[in-house]
């Protein structure tokens, strides 16, 4: 069974930087593209990041671009997430996501980021 | 960016009533089209993907079709569980995915 959990969440000041982390399971990891998804409280879906099975390509929303970065380690099984110089505007539930053809097929239980002081 | 509209913001139905949403791109974007459904406090579901193929474990009454700018989702019998709301998301390339802003379907 495909597992994704994420963690790392919580509240930060505006300014501040937040790691989070999203540990998979139940599928071949080194092999899917994952992405990063967010939804602020009340709104809709938004994409904020896309990394390829070796991290070879990598893309972000440009609301997030040269804040947040991407990464994954495929020998721990695991997605990350670095955010810096977060703004109230990032307060999001965060979500990591595994493809599957051209969707989004996976979905973790998300984490709650709050940037406020 | 190519950006999704989704009509009606609202749909009020009941039970056993056949739901008709419409997903509409701001340029082609293929057949890479897929559609979710989320419930309060719950992680998206994946429906369809490619516009028309249905996701593992997602029952018959559930379909998809369309190509190019124009695309619908179609419940063809509510079942009480089925009162969600529904996105659309575009991957015309990885680079930049969006999605609709997402119809409820809600008890009327």
């Known amino acids: 069974e495909v597992q994704l959990v994420e963690s790392g969440g919580g509240l930060v000041q505006p300014g501040g930087s937040l790691r989070l982390s999203c540990a998979a399971s139940g599928f071949t990891f080194s092999s899917y593209s994952m992405n990063w998804v967010r939804q602020a409280p009340g709104k809709g879906l938004e994409w904020v990041s896309y990394i390829s099975s070796s991290s070879s390509t990598i893309y972000y929303a440009d609301s997030v671009k040269g804040r947040f970065t991407i990464s994954r380690d495929n020998a721990k099984n695991s997605l990350y997430l670095q955010m810096n110089s977060l703004r109230a505007e990032d307060t999001a539930v965060y979500y990591c996501?595994?493809?599957?053809?051209?969707?989004?097929?996976?979905w973790g239980q998300g984490t709650l980021v709050t940037v406020s002081s | 960016e190519i950006v999704l509209t989704q009509s009606p913001a609202t749909l009020s139905l009941s039970p056993g009533e056949r739901a008709t949403l419409s997903c509409r791109a701001s340029q082609s974007v293929s057949s890479y089209l897929a559609w979710y459904q989320q419930k309060p406090g719950q992680a998206p579901r994946l429906l369809i993907y490619?516009?028309?193929n249905r996701a593992t474990g997602i029952p018959a009454r559930f379909s998809g079709s369309g190509s190019g700018t124009d695309f619908t989702l179609t419940i063809s019998s509510l079942e009480p569980e089925d009162f969600a709301v529904y996105y659309c998301?575009?991957?015309?390339?990885?680079?930049?995915?969006?999605f609709g802003p997402g119809t409820k379907v809600d008890i009327k």
């Open positions: 996501a595994r493809t599957l053809q051209n969707a989004l097929g996976y």
């Open positions: 490619d516009a028309s």
């Open positions: 998301q575009q991957r015309s390339n990885w680079r930049g995915i969006t």
